[in-house]
């Protein structure tokens, strides 16, 4: 009897041992088996195959942002290798906070982040760092001396932006008195701050551009439309719209026929982006140069991605190919614009 119950203890002892060095080897099996995952330290021993993104994205506030958004999701959806986790966070930074120290808590790959505003990202793109998670700025920077903090910037030059905007007015309206109307994007985010110092650069020794009025609309339709619709209330007397993306320009552009006004011809519109939208106003007349910044980046992240954990070394900004459309050739473009 006593005999039955002690080979009784030894076979449970044995078999507890076996089955714990069986979990053992499952969990360092995959880990090896694909050479991009063996490279990460955030996934060994996670016992997933595949490489983990986490992308922490602001929200779904215009056109360009819902096209870099499906960018991503293709282009990590679409790949077995890679297995995309996507936080929307409503505009707002405290979100995107939460979901990066989520992605933190998950033990993700590689992290992608488009920051809102640029400053505040210091204490939790450390803790992503002391955790051993490479972070990937995409579109929107962070503010200088934060270098240490992430691996790449991928995304556009807004301060050449800001210039090429310029640049069109001083081509097209000369010497001609302009007073101007300047939408500005989110307050705070790189590419608001950038696109008002390239555009205000380029034209403070020209005497007859004048900004009568800077706002910000947020990046939105809804917002563009609002402070175009104040503003016209007390001055109509303006000859030009530089509106931050093309989402405001087309709210300011309704704004502008509301009030009796031609947009496009009594009042000049310019903005950036390059969404399709933007290509159909200057066919219709009702803008007149949109200068493209290009949000497919979903591509360029995933190489990026493929570099680190191959071991090269990126370059810290690595920026996209863009254009600048106005008149015929705006026309031509949008049969084939994709956003
Ligand atoms: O121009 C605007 C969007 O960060 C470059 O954000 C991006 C900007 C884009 O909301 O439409």
Redesign the pocket.
């Known amino acids: 009897m006593k005999n039955k119950w002690v080979w009784g203890l030894i076979a449970v002892m044995l078999v507890t041992v076996l089955a714990a060095c069986g979990k053992s080897e499952s969990k360092s099996e995959p880990a090896s088996a694909s050479p991009s995952a063996s490279a990460s330290t955030a996934n060994s021993g996670s016992g997933n195959k595949k490489l983990v993104i986490g992308f922490a994205q ?2 779904a ?5 819902d096209a ?1 958004t499906k960018s991503i999701k293709d282009t990590f959806g679409n790949d077995p290798a890679f297995e995309l986790k996507f936080s929307d966070a409503q505009q707002k930074q405290e979100n995107q906070i939460k979901a990066i120290r989520s992605f933190i808590t998950q033990k993700v790959d590689a992290i992608g982040l ?1 920051p809102v505003v640029e400053t505040g990202w210091e204490s939790v793109l450390k803790e992503a760092k002391d955790a051993g998670i490479p972070v990937f700025l995409l ?2 920077g962070i503010s200088k001396g934060n270098e240490d903090l992430y691996v790449s910037f991928i ?2 030059d ?1 301060i050449k932006e800001g210039q090429n905007a310029a640049q069109w007015m001083i081509d097209n309206l000369g010497d001609a008195p302009t007073n101007i109307v300047q939408l500005e ?2 307050v705070g ?3 608001a701050n950038d ?1 008002k110092k390239g555009f205000e650069d380029a034209i403070k020794d020209k005497a007859n551009f004048k900004i009568v009025y800077s706002q910000t609309g947020d ?2 339709r809804a917002k563009g439309k609002e402070v175009m619709e104040a503003y016209l209330k007390k001055d109509k007397n303006i000859q030009v719209v530089y509106a ?5 320009a087309m709210g300011a552009i309704q704004a502008i026929e509301e009030a009796g006004l031609k947009p496009g011809t009594d009042i000049k519109i310019i903005s ?2 390059g ?1 399709k939208d933007a290509f159909q106003a200057i066919k219709d007349g009702k803008s007149n140069v949109t200068v493209e ?1 290009n ?1 497919l980046l979903g591509p360029q992240l995933k190489q990026a991605i493929l570099d680190y954990k191959a071991g090269k070394t990126l370059d810290k900004w690595i920026k996209s190919n863009e254009d600048v459309f106005f008149g015929q050739k705006a026309i031509d473009a949008l049969p084939n614009r994709s956003y």
Do not use: K, L, V
């Open positions: 602001i929200g506030e215009s056109g360009w942002r870099e488009a579109d929107r995304g556009s807004f994007g989110t985010a790189s590419a696109r990046f939105t931050h993306n093309d989402d405001m950036i982006d969404i910044c949000p």
